[in-house]
């Protein structure tokens, strides 16, 4: 059983930045596909970001392309997602999720993909 926690989330104004972290417990995080999810209130879950077990592979929901990244580092098994110039649209709880993949480069963009979860961190962004 994989265990996700995340951190880092907070109210930042918009057109600051914010790091946010997910620590995985087991050390075959190096082998686990890994996203970013989020949910605002009465809205659906929604695909933020994806990296491959590699980090090879990355890709991003278009509201989010070039303001958002992703990063692992897998000697740490720790995710990251860096969140430049936000906007208060970027408003949610932020989930980290992963999933444990036999291809090095694959990713997963559906949160029905993924087997494992965070509880989740909230990130509020003041206009």
């Known amino acids: 059983q994989v265990q996700l926690v995340e951190s880092g989330g907070g109210l930042v104004q918009a057109g600051g930045s914010l790091t946010l972290s997910c620590a995985a417990s087991?050390?075959?995080?190096?082998?686990?596909?890994m996203g970013w999810f989020r949910q605002a209130p009465g809205k659906e879950r929604e695909f933020v970001a994806a990296?491959?077990?590699?980090?090879?592979?990355?890709y991003y929901a278009d509201s989010v392309k070039g303001r958002f990244t992703i990063s692992r580092d897998n000697a740490k098994n720790t995710l990251y997602l860096q969140i430049n110039t936000p906007k208060p649209e970027d408003t949610a709880v932020y989930y980290c999720a992963a999933d444990l993949k036999e291809d090095p480069n694959a990713v997963a963009f559906s949160p029905r993909l993924y087997n494992y979860w965070g509880q989740g961190t909230q990130v509020t962004v003041s206009s």
């Open positions: 990296i491959s077990w590699s980090g090879l592979r990355k």
């Open positions: 087991e050390r075959i995080f190096s082998r686990l596909a």
